[in-house]
């Protein structure tokens, strides 16, 4: 059964290496929010250039894994002299991921808001951006917020590839006792215990954000 | 009243010239022209498809005219010769000139009625919040909906949201005010509360142009009445000389179908 001395040995280790997670976590769902709001709004722009890069982008990211594109900027740019180091590869390598699956859900959440707010807006003098900003934008966002939460938990769990990358989130700091302690059950099973409180916390969290957007909703 | 509602000065309040408009193979607006003079209420009948909502929606341009010129006092509205951004910021303080109501009222759903009225004024105008609050309390005061001021519009009736969309449009302080059959998505009982707050605006001295089914309207508040079908004017005179004695057989026809 569990060694329990382990256990109580190693959390601490791991639990550092769960704050490590987090931090990705955060990071690339800010860097995912922008990229994902600048491709939905690139998309739905009147711009030519502006709507086909955002397709182009949204095209590529979905239709390759996460860890091809990990080592893409990892291993492969250093080739052409863009050496990224693993922290700021696994977080902008996560962020773009999660940014075009954001780009998608927030483009069809901007989409679901009945035309005839935008005409009340602009009747009133509003510039297309203050409409955007004011009217569309909030109201898109209680639609938005429930499958970008989703997208997010999703984030949370891929994390655990970037210890492919060599950098030391909880699933490489688990990896690596293993090699000490031999006990590759206890470990891992601690691992997926810290995920699955960080997992179920974010799931709080937004369940409250939720709550708040839906002002105004019966 | 009559007096002074004549007395309009040279130039009309909104002015239409040979104005077209085609969707794709659909010719909506064969060459419309109208004038409508300062504090005059324009009643706009017609059978479905006849064009009136597209005219409405140009004079703000909601829908880009094909050709033709549209005027706000001497202000050319779809004026091209500037450049984009330009026209964007030209049609933006038209349109704050130009009040307009919906068919389905579009009120937004995310903030309260109070918060509603004053958006435009504080948010692209630029007035203060405090003296926008006091102007909207008085709006909403005139519609008769000073107690809901904190409510969402989804606890509100229809009737009550559409006069909620016009103290919305009031408080931009419009020189003129557009309403696109604004009771048609209502309720029977509810159509009276808001066609008695268009005609206390109408004698207030509001220039209107109203798209409407409300006959009773237009013969009791309009000043005049157009009657429009298949994209031109087919007659345009007074409420009574059309309800009484319309002089072409299409307006006959039309108000003895929908009189019926």
Known sequence: ???????FHYFPFLAKGALLTLEISILSLILGLIFGLSAALSKLSRNFLLRNVAVFYIWLIRSTPLLVQLFIIYFGLPQLGIDLGPYISGVLGLGLNVGAYNAETIR??????????????????????????????????????????N????LIKDTSLVSTITLVELTLTAQRFIGSTYKPFEM??????????????????????????????? | MSTEKHQSETVPMIRIEKLHKSFG???????????????????????????????????????????????????????TTHSRKAFEKHLNQIRCMLGMVFQQFNLFPHMTVIENVMEAPVHVLKQEKDQVRSRAEALLDKVGLRDKADAYPSMLSGGQQQRVAIARALAMEPKAMLFDEVTSALDPELVGDVLRVMADLAREGMTMLVVTHEMGFAEQVGDRVIFMADGVVVEDTSPQAIFSNPTEARTRQFLSDILK
């Not at chain 1, 997208?151 to 999703?154: A, H, L, T």
């Not at chain 2, 010719?27 to 009643?43: N, Y």
């Not at chain 2, 829908?63 to 050319?76: H, N, Q, R, V, Y």
Request: charged share 15%.
């Open chain 1, 1 to 7: 059964m569990l060694d329990w001395n382990i256990i």
């Open chain 1, 108 to 149: 069809g959440g901007i989409q679901s808001v009945p035309a005839g707010q935008h005409e009340a807006a602009r009747s009133l003098g509003m510039s297309s951006a203050l409409a955007m900003r004011r009217i569309i934008l909030p109201q898109a966002l209680r639609i938005i917020i429930p499958p970008l939460g």
């Open chain 1, 151 to 154: 997208n997010f938990i999703i």
């Open chain 1, 188 to 218: 891992y099973v601690m691992a997926a215990f810290l995920y699955a409180v960080l997992t179920t916390t974010a799931s709080f969290l937004l369940g409250k954000v939720e709550a708040r957007t839906s002002k105004g909703t019966r």
């Open chain 2, 25 to 79: 193979d659909l010719s909506v607006l064969k060459g419309v022209d109208i004038e409508v003079p300062r504090q005059q209420v324009l009643v706009i009948i017609g059978p479905s498809g006849s064009g009136k909502s597209t005219l409405l929606r140009c004079v703000n341009h909601l829908e880009t005219p094909t050709s033709g010129k549209i005027f706000l006092e001497d202000k050319l509205i779809n004026d």
